[in-house]
């Protein structure tokens, strides 16, 4: 595709319900990844995959964050039992093999309230 | 731990001005460290990236620089215009242990009246 997104772009949830948060990456990008941005703050890191190898989680914020890429592109980051502090945007970012000289290509986000 | 400042957290400049927006990071040994750009309501946009061997990268009325002894980076902007309003953010990619994850300051809101 021409660039990543994400949807939903806009998500209400009332505290305690499940959400599912989608990332399609750039076509052909094999790395990918998810930070959540709180107001007034810059990205921090969640999470990290190659093809569909989570390399790193070290980031998600508890137990009730889960993420996956089971077939190497689209991605989904699941929060359960949602919680206000939840609440921020979520972006993914997509580079195509991961390596540390490679720009990351932003989507849109995902902006995520919780009530 | 890395931690990445911006200073300062909000700028309001009139057109025309040149500005230079500060980034510092505590721990030197980064891989590479790169500008960003961030509209509201939209993800972001790369803008210069400097490899921890380079010193300075350019891209038209953009520069930015990089000190690495020193933890710093400016991101240098000339003859600004209202459409540079935005918020702008450094991110780092630290050394070999951390993979290529980016590590963010809170980044500067930049205004630029007409």
């Known amino acids: 595709g021409a660039g990543v997104s994400q949807s939903p772009r806009y998500k209400v949830a009332k505290r305690g319900q499940d959400v599912a948060l989608r990332c399609d990456p750039i076509?052909?990008?094999?790395?990918l990844f998810w930070y959540q941005q709180a107001l007034g703050q810059g990205p921090e890191f969640l999470t990290y995959?190659?093809?569909?190898?989570?390399?790193?989680k070290s980031g998600l914020p508890s137990d009730r964050f889960f993420a996956e890429r089971p077939e190497g592109s689209v991605s989904t980051l699941k929060i359960q039992r949602t919680q206000q502090e939840d609440s921020a945007v979520y972006l993914c970012?997509?580079?195509?093999?991961?390596?540390?000289?490679?720009?990351?290509?932003f989507g849109p986000g995902t902006r995520l309230l919780v009530l | 731990k890395q931690e990445v400042t911006q200073i300062p957290a909000a700028l309001s400049v009139p057109e025309g001005e040149n500005l230079v927006l500060n980034c510092s990071f505590t721990d030197s040994a980064i891989y590479n460290l790169q500008w960003f750009r961030q509209d509201p309501g939209k993800g972001l946009t790369s803008l210069l990236l400097?490899?921890?061997?380079?010193r300075e990268q350019t891209s038209g009325r953009l520069n930015a620089s990089l000190d690495k002894s020193s933890g710093r980076s400016t991101l240098y902007i000339a003859a600004s215009q209202p459409g540079d309003s935005a918020t702008y953010l450094c991110?780092?990619?630290?050394?070999?242990?951390?993979?290529?994850?980016?590590?963010f300051g809170e980044g500067t809101q930049l205004t630029v009246n007409p």
């Open positions: 076509s052909g990008h094999v790395s």
């Open positions: 970012a997509s580079s195509l093999e991961g390596g540390r000289t490679e720009t990351q290509y």
């Open positions: 991110a780092v990619v630290r050394g070999e242990t951390s993979g290529s994850r980016l590590t």
């Open positions: 995959f190659q093809n569909e190898a989570q390399l790193d």
């Open positions: 400097i490899q921890s061997s380079q």
